[in-house]
């Protein structure tokens, strides 16, 4: 896949260019609490004003669903961009994201200056790929640069129904440098990757990644499975998990995952122990219990002490356990030290999986941190996902 680039945008002086960047921030006491989703967009913020164009900023934040809530207005997020950007951040809380005001400030925005949009889920048109949205939002600018990589897997307006738009009328249409970065670092992981190639799975819900463990029995030679989605693979052959968190209505579909690997050779590896507890708590009294074995009572909250294999290839998505306190927090952290440590190409994603990494600063050992979950694992299986599709070269 070739995506427009900032490089085929032109000369950008003077001129207003839209940015939809993915400040979907978490933010604790009207402070944004994470600021690496707004530092990974300012290599783009930096070049466009850097060339003379002024900037209208758009990201959705949490789950509004088209109303207004005041908790996820995009305050906070302009002033800690302010502070990072070393600018001033025009923004206006408003109940519609685009109106007279708004209009009129985008409207007289000089090279440099930069306005920031209220929450673009504020307005049900965003969610619902809506034509009519996209046509406000055009209007705002003269060009449309594509930097929110977390949010290019929906079809949702700022995304999708927009960038056609500005191709419709015939206005530039760009990928930003993050979301260049990001297609970059995991097509070497969509295509033939070197091998062994390895991929850790974990997190709370086998649910949420079945399409990827699906996707990825067809891609990899070996698949770690940790976090609570374990607990399904154990219990749906007959393993005892106590109360470990699990989902019976998906042994069908774990079980025929597992078929599905056995017939092509690729080893499907769970935890041979772990980590058990009656509750999830920092002072629950712990015992380390085979994984087919956890006592009545008892929930697996954390994988025991184990090896990552030779692998040349590493795919890492959703935490090994419950790693957010401190007692079930070695496996994953294991996970992570072994990875970083390793010699393979290592990509990590998804917010818990890059929050754990964050906290042991195991940053630097991994060739790719990817700001998009969801998006990411899309983009490996293989998927099409609506906001690439629309910045592709030669459309
Ligand atoms: P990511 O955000 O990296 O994609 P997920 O959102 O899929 O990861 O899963 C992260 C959550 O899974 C964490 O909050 C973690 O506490 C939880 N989790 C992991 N292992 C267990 C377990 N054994 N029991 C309960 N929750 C778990
Ligand atoms: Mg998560």
């Not at 003077?14 to 707004?38: M, Q």
């Not at 300012?42 to 900037?55: K, M, N």
Request: hydrophobic share 40%.
């Amino acid at each position: 896949m070739k995506l427009r680039t900032l490089d085929a945008v032109g000369d950008v002086a003077g001129r207003r260019v839209f940015v939809r960047v993915d400040y979907n921030v978490p933010l604790e006491g009207g402070k944004v609490a994470d600021d690496s989703r707004i530092v990974a967009t300012l290599p783009t913020l930096r070049e466009l004003v850097g060339g003379g164009a002024s900037l209208v900023l758009a990201s959705h934040l949490g789950r509004p669903k088209g109303q207004v809530k005041e908790e996820a207005r995009l305050g906070p997020v302009a002033e800690r961009l302010g502070e990072l950007f070393e600018r001033d951040v025009g923004y206006r809380p408003t109940d519609g994201v685009v109106d007279d005001e708004v209009r009129g400030r985008c409207g007289n925005l000089r090279p440099g200056e930069v306005f920031l949009l209220e929450n673009l889920r504020f307005d049900p048109g965003e969610e619902a790929n809506d034509r009519g949205l996209a046509e406000r939002l055009e209007d705002l600018a003269d060009a449309y640069v594509d930097d929110a990589f977390g949010a290019v897997h929906r079809a949702h307006a700022s995304v999708a129904a927009l960038p056609a738009l500005f191709l419709e009328r015939g206005r530039p249409v760009a990928a930003g440098r993050l979301l260049e970065r990001e297609v970059e670092a995991l097509s070497k992981l969509r295509g033939e990757p070197p091998r062994p190639y390895v991929a850790v799975l974990g997190g709370a819900k086998v649910s949420d990644k079945l399409s990827t463990i699906g996707a990825l029995v067809d891609k990899v030679d070996a698949l770690l499975i940790g976090g609570a989605m374990a607990f399904t693979f154990i219990a749906s052959e007959g393993g005892e998990v106590g109360t470990s968190l699990m989902e019976p209505d998906r042994f069908d579909d774990v079980l025929s995952a597992r078929k599905h690997a056995d017939e092509r050779g690729v080893l499907i590896l769970l935890p041979q122990d772990v980590i058990a507890a009656p509750e999830i708590k920092l002072d629950a009294k712990r015992q380390t219990v085979p994984a087919t074995e956890i006592p009545k009572g008892l929930m697996g909250l954390d994988i025991g002490p184990r090896t990552i294999a030779e692998a040349k290839t590493i795919l890492w998505n959703g935490p090994m356990g419950v790693f957010e306190l401190e007692p079930f927090s070695a496996g994953t952290r294991g996970v992570a030290t072994a990875i970083a440590g390793s010699a393979a190409y290592s990509v990590a994603g998804g917010g818990d999986s890059l929050l754990a990494i964050r906290r042991f600063g195991l940053e630097d050992g991994f060739d790719h941190l990817s700001t998009g979950g969801g998006a990411s694992l899309e983009y490996i299986e293989g998927r099409e996902l609506p906001g690439l599709t629309v910045l592709e070269a030669g459309r």
